[in-house]
């Protein structure tokens, strides 16, 4: 079965730019679609983009001057680098795959990444 | 984008009893609407997709209806490692787009 890990920098800085990873086991990522997902603590979701094992992307309007992400198919990995955060940015990021058009299952643990100095 | 209301923002329920969750979509999203369950410190787990469609290995008692702007999720007899929050989420259309969750709690 598929199992996802989220993995990077726990603490970022304001301006900085936020660098995650996700690891994928049990599947190959070619053939899918893989998103990213935060949700503030205390707080609701926030689909952040997708990227195809080819490298297409569809992100956020909200977030997309920000928003890169990438795939590394020989790694089985891909991943989300956002830019210039601020506090607001400071979130529980998962990852997951993107099945059924739009439905996300697996998700990973989770990773809390704070933005502060 | 489509804007997700999910109503009650918080539900008491006794153990044993029926739950009922709303969601409303701002503008249709046909029945492109999924369910996920979120227990605290864990990540949201699938649990209907397609409005009506169990995902694999979710117990009997969860079962969703609706279409169009409307959605139900139905607990039928509330277990204990049921109380957790629930999220609906659309995929009609981008982005795609979360409700804000209603919390079921321990009556």
């Known amino acids: 079965q598929v199992q996802m890990q989220e993995s990077g920098p726990g603490l970022v800085k304001p301006s900085e730019t936020l660098s995650l990873t996700c690891s994928v086991s049990g599947d190959s990522i070619s053939g899918s679609f893989w998103t990213w997902i935060r949700q503030p603590p205390g707080k609701g979701l926030e689909w952040i983009g997708y990227?195809?094992?080819?490298?297409?992307?569809n992100y956020n309007p909200s977030l997309k001057s920000r928003v890169t992400m990438s795939v590394d198919t020989s790694k089985n990995q891909f991943s989300l680098n956002l830019r210039s955060v601020t506090a607001a940015d400071t979130a529980v990021y998962y990852c997951?795959?993107?099945?059924?058009?739009?439905?996300?299952?697996?998700w990973g643990q989770g990773t809390l990444v704070t933005v502060s100095s | 984008e489509r804007v997700m209301t999910q109503s009650p923002a918080t539900l008491s329920v006794s153990p044993g009893e029926r739950a009922t969750l709303s969601c409303r979509a701002s503008q249709s999203v046909s029945d492109n609407l999924a369910w996920y369950q979120q227990r605290p410190g864990q990540a949201p787990r699938l649990l209907i997709y397609g409005a009506s469609i169990s995902a694999t290995g979710i117990p009997a008692r969860f079962s969703g209806s609706g279409s169009g702007t409307e959605f139900t999720l139905t607990i039928s007899i509330l277990q204990s490692e049921d109380f957790a929050v629930y999220y609906c989420?659309?995929?009609?259309?981008?982005?795609?787009?979360f409700g804000g969750g209603t919390k079921v709690e321990i009556k």
């Open positions: 997951a795959r993107r099945i059924n058009g739009g439905v996300f299952d697996p």
């Open positions: 989420q659309q995929y009609n259309n981008w982005p795609l787009t």
């Open positions: 990227i195809y094992y080819t490298g297409s992307t």
